[in-house]
């Protein structure tokens, strides 16, 4: 494998990426449970134990508003992660810090590089850009029960994305925060291809219901080119390929709560097959706060109007800004 000029020039953002997703999930599950397991079992036994203490100690603390840290947050490590496709934060209107919020974020791809870059880190100026605001992206709850890795992921500014946490959230820390929620979830990572917008948003309303009981105000986002960083692969139902296939997606959702897509893409060379994103623009853009009113216990007729009030703001967001993004002036969003 030959690295040209380019290549080279390239290397820091690859390395980065590669770093990110889906390597440093792999090395960081194995560095926050192998290791301390393996310590158990040898002389140093009581530093595989501390570990594990810290963890029973602060169980609590990721349902209760994290911990984060703007100096890790603000790693250059991330602006090398934005400019490797580049990832870009557009805002249409300001959000006041006498409210809290729910941007619920648009949509899930297979590992949501537009939300994470843009609302778990410093990298595209979120902070400058809404100032006033307080940003905390939803995440599967697993990550908080791993020794070490937790703690990397609360630094970042997230929490569980379970109704205890993200309620928490929105009713005692004040005004001024935001709780980001990929709406989609693990059923839309099997929607994802290239050049298609389909979203898996009919029956998700929990978002809805919440901000109801909350009083925080949904803010639509939408991030254009999310689906474009992967080819997928499908194996036909029938086939040995599909079985297994069919097997590990199923184990994905019910050990891990979320599904896997086969997915291919690039290389450490330009050109080169492999399995690194495609160096592709996202561009995030938050669209305008739907107010929405604090009912203890909404009805189902409250939620639905909300839902469907939502649900028009959404595509008024994606038509008013598809073009500017590099969309096709045909290119329709689906909803199902």
Known sequence: MAFSREDVQEGPK????????PLFMISGLTFAVLLPCYLLFTKFWPL???????????????????????WVRNWTLWKYLRNYFPVKLVKTHDLSSNHNYIIASHPHGIFSYGTFINFATEAT??????PSITPSVGTLEGFFWMPILRDFVMSLGTCPVSDSSLKYMLTQKGLGNAVVIVVGGAAEVLLTRPGETVLFLKQRKGFVKLAL???AHIVPSYSFGENDIHQ??????????????????????????????????????????GFLPLSRPITTVVGEPLPIPKIEN????????????????????FERYKVECGFPENQELTII
């Open 14 to 21: 690859t390395f980065t990426v590669t770093r990110w997703m």
């Open 232 to 273: 997928y692969v499908n194996f036909p139902e029938g086939t040995w390929m599909g079985f297994f296939q069919k097997i590990f997606q199923n184990t994905c959702k019910t050990f891990l709560g979320t599904s896997f897509r086969g997915f291919c893409g690039q290389g450490l060379t330009r050109g080169s097959w």
């Open 48 to 70: 595989g134990m501390l570990p594990i203490a810290w963890l029973a100690y602060d169980w609590n603390t990721h349902s209760q508003g994290c911990r984060r840290s703007a």
């Open 213 to 215: 009981k909350t009083g």
């Open 298 to 317: 909404p009805d189902m007729k409250t939620v639905d109007k909300y839902h469907t009030l939502y649900i028009n703001a959404l595509h008024k967001l």
């Open 125 to 130: 100026g979120f902070a400058k850009i809404f």
